[in-house]
């Protein structure tokens, strides 16, 4: 059988360092556990226009279609602001997003125990806190038409669309019921059924499909900003959480604060099954390429590490590799490591970037 495929892209900003990190691990597994992994690297985002004059070549985009799986870093930086739209780094992520058809982006929320005290929120209500956001990933207002900035008058109008169609809140709806019942089989759907007509429409799909297909799986509904509102009040009341592109954006972020740090969160985005039964799949860290710290060491590669376990449990079936990662992960934060970014108010000694890797590498080792 041919070896399990892997197109990296890592980007700008602190996605190399990150990454640098996660190939270790690789390497590891076909040193350790005799798993080798065809890796090819590509460039995205700002450095794909530095060098091509567009933040995602064609080839790239080819090679993404033919690849097991996608491993992105990061992309974006104050230097590609002033560019124009069509070719900001950004939107090298939302063509691989839109072209591969991943339109289910599952954003874990997990608080660590080591880093329970970490949060802005009290330890007891994030202490063991274990949820998903599923967010619908390739429609919505990212993506409606019309959109663009017009003249009307003597004045401008920027104009963006919620466009969703029920085939499309259906399949997102599934991927969630799905991945509820192999959780805690519980679903919240959140929507602005109360000012939007894409909001009634979500809210009747996500109802339907549960009636017919998933009565088993607990479903309820609530506005997406009294879910906002809920996930920092008491965020263990939610197992899986589903919503638009839009909501999902942000509801991602707020949730990913409270587990202590956006450098801890991976996600993965998936499409519809390929030849193999496997899904078309891109996996990518929730943070962003923070240019501030990038180049210094400073930057925490776990996100892209756990990104790296979703990948082997979602496109290569080797779910109890990826525990071993994320295992791994755990007692390394247990051991008292962090990198500056989990520096709680009364400081510490930080460790790098490349010894955080090492340190993941070293307890992986011990695993065997
Ligand atoms: C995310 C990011 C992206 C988004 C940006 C970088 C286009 O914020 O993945 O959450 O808005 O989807
Ligand atoms: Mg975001």
């Known amino acids: 059988m041919a070896n399990p495929s892997l197109l990296i892209l890592a980007g700008d900003g602190i996605g190399p360092e990150v990454m640098a990190e996660v190939k270790k691990i690789i390497g590891w597994f076909g040193a350790k556990r005799g798993v080798t992994f065809d890796v090819t690297e590509d460039l995205v985002g700002g450095c794909a226009y530095d060098a091509h004059g567009v933040p995602l070549t064609d080839a790239t985009m080819a090679k993404a279609q033919e690849v097991d799986a996608v491993l992105l870093g990061a992309v974006g930086g104050p230097k590609y602001d002033k560019l124009d739209f069509s070719v900001k780094p950004e939107r090298g992520l939302l063509r691989l997003r839109k072209e591969m058809d991943l339109f289910s982006n599952l954003r874990p929320a997990q608080c660590f125990d080591a880093l329970a005290d970490f949060s802005s929120l009290k330890k007891e209500v994030v202490a063991g806190l274990d949820i998903v956001i599923v967010r619908e990933l390739t429609s919505g207002v990212y993506f409606g038409e019309p959109r663009g900035i017009f003249v009307e008058g003597n004045e401008r109008v920027g104009i963006n669309t919620q466009r969703y169609t029920e085939s499309e809140i259906a399949r ?43 009565p088993d799986v607990e479903l309820s509904h609530m506005y997406a900003d009294n879910g906002a509102m809920q996930l920092v009040r008491w965020p263990k009341q939610f197992d899986v959480i589903v919503t638009d592109n839009l909501f999902g954006d942000v509801l991602s972020d707020c949730a990913a604060m409270l587990t202590g740090s956006l450098g801890m969160l991976p996600s993965a985005s998936l499409g519809a099954p390929m030849a193999n039964g496997r899904p078309k799949a891109l996996y990518e860290p929730v943070h962003g390429s923070a240019p501030d710290i990038a180049g210094q060491g400073k930057a925490n590669p776990i996100a892209c590490v756990l990104s790296f376990a979703m990948a082997l449990r979602y496109s290569f079936n080797m779910g109890d590799d990826a525990t071993r990662v994320e295992k791994a992960v755990e007692k390394v934060l247990a051991d008292g490591l962090r990198t500056a970014d989990l520096m709680g108010p009364d400081g510490g000694t930080p460790i790098t970037t490349t010894q955080m890797g090492d340190a993941i590498l070293v307890a992986l080792d011990a695993s065997l």
């Open 172 to 214: 997102v709806a599934r991927s969630a019921f799905e991945l509820a019942r192999k959780r805690a089989n519980k679903v919240c759907s959140m929507e602005k059924a109360n000012v939007m007509e894409s909001g009634i429409l979500w809210r009747d799909v996500v109802q339907e499909i549960h009636d017919k297909e998933y």
